[in-house]
């Protein structure tokens, strides 16, 4: 079974890191995009990026470059999506999910339950 | 700002049929039939619905088609139920910067 399973839930202050994670799992993690989306409270869903495991290629909308960072590890089959300094409008549900079909990025077939993430001011 | 428009609100009444569109531009939407909906219930992941503007993934329902018209996709949902109550949205796959675009989403009401 396709899994993609989220770490819980942040609350952090302005200025902090934050790192959070999607462990994937029943399928092979290297060869299929895995993508974020945000959806700020009241708000719909925004892409923000992906990344490919096999090479680490990673693509952001430029609404979000440089906003954040997406990265990978091959050895855990786990995505990340890491802030360097939050602030109070990084506030959002995050999502992951994998592209698909193989090494496409047409549609998201499979979604974790989302990791929430509070920043205050 | 979305690129696809999706109205705010649709509602419908149980047992019957809605259709929610999601308009685009010449360069997505009329070009490209990479269109996928979403399910998205509150407090749940978004379900992928349909995908490639028609096809269902296995194990959704036939009461949700996806079809195309110039630079207008649209969702129907037939017989309607109170479960079917949630968040809609599109979305296109276009090799562009973003490749991935959303709709603003659509509150379907029962």
């Known amino acids: 079974e396709v899994q993609l399973v989220q770490s819980g839930a942040e609350v952090k202050r302005a200025g902090e890191s934050l790192k959070i994670s999607c462990k994937t799992s029943g399928f092979d993690f290297a060869r299929y995009w895995i993508g974020w989306v945000r959806q700020v409270p009241g708000k719909g869903l925004e892409w923000m990026g992906i990344?490919?495991?096999?090479?680490?290629?990673?693509r952001y909308s430029p609404s979000f470059q440089g906003q954040a960072t997406i990265s990978a590890n091959r050895s855990t089959n786990t995505a990340y999506l890491q802030w360097s300094s939050l602030k109070a409008s990084d506030t959002a549900i995050y999502y992951c999910?994998?592209?698909?079909?193989?090494?496409?990025?047409?549609?998201?077939?499979?979604w974790g339950t989302g990791t929430t993430v509070t920043v205050s001011s | 700002q979305s690129a696809l428009t999706q109205p705010a609100s649709v509602s419908g009444s149980l047992g019957q049929s809605t259709t929610m569109s999601c308009t685009g531009t010449?360069?997505?939407?009329?070009?490209?039939?990479?269109v996928s909906w979403y399910q998205h219930l509150p407090g749940k992941a978004p379900k992928l619905i349909i995908y490639?503007?028609?096809v269902r993934p296995s194990g959704v329902s036939n009461r949700f088609s996806g079809s195309k018209s110039g630079n207008t996709a649209s969702l129907t949902i037939s017989g309607l139920r109170t479960e079917d109550e949630a968040d809609y949205y599109c979305s296109i796959y276009i090799s562009n910067s973003p490749p991935v675009l959303f709709g603003g989403g659509t509150k379907l009401t029962v």
């Open positions: 990344v490919y495991p096999a090479d680490s290629d990673t």
């Open positions: 010449s360069s997505d939407v009329r070009d490209y039939d990479y």
């Open positions: 999910a994998r592209h698909y079909p193989k090494g496409s990025l047409q549609n998201m077939d499979v």
């Open positions: 490639d503007v028609s």
